[in-house]
C-alpha cells in the first residue's frame, strides 16, 4: 500500500480557491494506481469527490463539475486537486486515496474500492 499524505487545507472565502497535494512515498506512483479525492463533512458519510481510474477515464460528482479539477505528477509521486469557486458546502475533510488496477468508470461508487488512504486535510469555505 502507498503513504499518503496531503496538505494544502485551509480557510478561503466563497469563491476562492484552494489546491490540495496528496505525496506518496513507500511506493512510485504510477499510471496503474486509481487516484481519488473523497471528503466528509461532520455528520455525514464520506463522499467521493473527483477521481481518475487506471486506464485513465475521470469522474467528478455533479456538485463540483467545472470547479474542480483532478491531476497527477508521477515525476513528483503527488497527485492534486484544483478547487476553484469554492462555495459553503464543500467545507469538509477532504482525504486522497490510492488504488492499484481499478479500471472503469464506477471509481468514485465507493470508498472500498480505494485501499491506501491519506490522513485528510481540512477545507473551510466561509466569509
Known amino acids: 500500500q502507498l503513504q499518503l499524505v496531503e496538505s494544502g487545507g485551509g480557510l478561503v472565502q466563497p469563491g476562492g480557491s484552494l489546491r490540495l497535494s496528496c505525496a506518496a512515498s513507500r511506493f512510485t506512483l504510477v499510471d496503474y494506481y486509481a487516484i481519488g479525492w473523497f471528503r466528509q463533512a461532520p455528520g455525514k458519510e464520506r463522499e467521493g469527490v473527483s477521481c481518475?481510474?487506471?486506464?485513465?477515464?475521470?469522474n467528478y460528482a455533479d456538485s463540483v463539475k467545472g470547479r474542480f479539477t483532478i491531476s497527477r505528477d508521477n515525476a513528483k509521486n503527488t497527485v492534486y486537486l484544483q478547487m476553484d469557486s469554492l462555495k459553503p458546502e464543500d467545507t469538509a475533510v477532504y482525504y486522497c486515496a490510492a488504488q492499484a488496477f481499478l479500471y472503469g468508470s464506477t471509481c468514485l461508487d465507493s470508498t472500498r474500492f480505494f485501499d491506501s488512504w491519506g490522513q485528510g486535510t481540512q477545507v473551510t469555505v466561509s466569509s
Open positions: 481518475r481510474t487506471s486506464g485513465g477515464r475521470t
